[in-house]
């Protein structure tokens, strides 16, 4: 049995690398990070593990290669489309993969590193396409203030009861708006929508704003009846 740490402060795409990796009978999920400071723990805490840590937590590399060393563990780096996979692995990581990787080649990569081999992705990241815009445009068009801002909210990880505190509504209106928006953007499920809108940039560009216009109507709800 592979024990696995996962380490990214983007709760979307841990849940999506869990629920992958998690489905693989030889792996085993152990702990979760969501900062520098829990991985650092967990690596001490479970020696021999696979740590799969995201690149944006901005690790001290050369003494996170020295634990992993120290600890009999090996690391898989999650990068972002901008970074060079073979720097990665100068500094002793084991696998790079692209945040972009499918689910398949995510599994493959923890296995060949769990037995002592070493994963490279098989090409450069591919930059975003017109057609891509095209899709995130369209999408970000059909949907109406109201999806967006609970699309801003999925994105964050929030559950329905948190969404529903937040807009001042019901779980089963919001639950009601999700079957609406999973129609529109073409999911299954919030999981599938988070990464939908994250992979388009002009969509994620959008929520991000319908994200922030949230925080600040709440600070200034905060500040009136302070």
Not at 77 to 87: H, L
Not at 95 to 120: K, P, S, Y
Not at 124 to 144: F, H, I, K, N
Request: glycine letters at 6%.
């Amino acid at each position: 049995m592979n024990k696995i740490i996962l380490a990214d402060s983007q709760a979307i795409f841990r849940a999506g690398t869990a629920k992958v990796l998690a489905m693989d009978e030889d792996m085993r999920i152990i702990a979760q990070c969501t900062d520098l400071e829990r991985m650092f723990h967990a690596i001490t805490t479970f020696p021999g593990a696979i740590v799969v840590f995201a690149s944006s937590l901005q690790p001290d590399f050369a003494r996170l290669a020295m634990l992993l060393e120290t600890t009999g563990s090996r690391g898989v780096v999650v990068i972002e489309n901008s970074e060079t996979p073979s720097s990665f692995l100068r500094q002793g990581f084991r696998g790079v993969v692209f945040r972009n990787v499918t689910g398949t080649a995510l599994v493959e990569c923890v296995r060949r590193v769990a037995a002592g081999d070493t994963w490279l992705p098989t090409q450069t990241a591919q930059p975003e396409s017109p057609e891509d815009d095209m899709v995130g445009a369209r999408v970000r068009d059909r949907l109406t203030p109201k999806e967006m801002r609970i699309v801003a909210l999925i994105v964050q990880g929030c559950k329905n009861r948190e969404i529903a505190l937040r807009l001042k509504t019901t779980e089963q209106v919001i639950k009601n708006y999700l079957r609406s928006i999973y129609d529109k953007t073409g999911v299954g499920d919030r999981l599938e929508l988070a990464l939908f809108t994250i992979h388009h940039r002009v969509l994620a560009r959008a929520a991000a704003e319908a994200g922030h216009k949230m925080e600040v109507e709440a600070q200034n709800a905060s500040g009136l009846t302070a």
